[in-house]
């Protein structure tokens, strides 16, 4: 048996979820979307080092308040669209995570990422520009803050959800 490599996504608030899956729901081809909106962290981390990802991921969550970020906007995928978020604190607690898992990342892992919320993707280049143009006069920026750390298992298609990892600290997040 073949285990599935684990997933580390960034927990939108509750109303930023839904309105994010809604807009992904409209816009994503419906043949390849498996997922609701999600901030992804790490793509692929190795199914072996689950017990210190959960470890780690537990760790940060418990010390830490909600970080705080901000949707800023749209940014073209080349092949797709996504809302653009800003969080400095967010890309600190991803590098601290990083840093403690040096050795077992992949190639995509080791590169800090443009975090994004993905609305539409695997489409021309002409149908995702069009998408971007139409929703940029109506896409309002907002502050939030991320709610906690995901882990998920990938099963090819739709993610095994394998728990969340609520921001429980006191004071300023990451």
């Known amino acids: ?21 809604a807009l992904r729901t409209q816009h994503f081809p419906p043949e390849r979307n498996y997922l609701e909106a999600h901030v992804t962290l790490f793509h692929a981390l190795p199914p072996s080092s689950e017990r210190e990802v959960r470890a780690a991921l537990a760790g940060e969550a418990s010390a830490l308040a909600p970080v705080q970020a901000r949707l800023s906007g749209l940014i073209s995928l080349g092949r ?4 653009r978020i800003e969080s400095p604190a967010m890309l600190s607690l991803r590098d601290r995570l990083a840093e403690r898992f040096h050795g077992i990342l ?3 892992d080791s590169h800090r ?3 994004h919320v993905t609305i539409q993707n695997k489409v021309t280049p002409a149908e995702a520009r069009t ?13 939030f803050a991320f709610r906690g750390l995901g882990l998920h298992l990938y099963r090819g298609g739709p993610w095994e959800a394998a728990g969340e990892f609520p921001f429980r600290g006191k004071g300023q997040g990451a």
């Open 113 to 115: 990422p443009r975090l």
């Open 106 to 108: 992949t190639p995509q």
């Open 131 to 143: 998408l971007k143009e139409q929703l940029e006069p109506v896409i309002e920026p907002r502050a």
């Open 80 to 83: 797709g669209t996504a809302l």
């Open 1 to 21: 048996m073949v285990l599935p490599p684990l997933i580390v996504t960034a927990l939108l608030p509750a109303d930023l979820h839904r309105w994010a899956t």
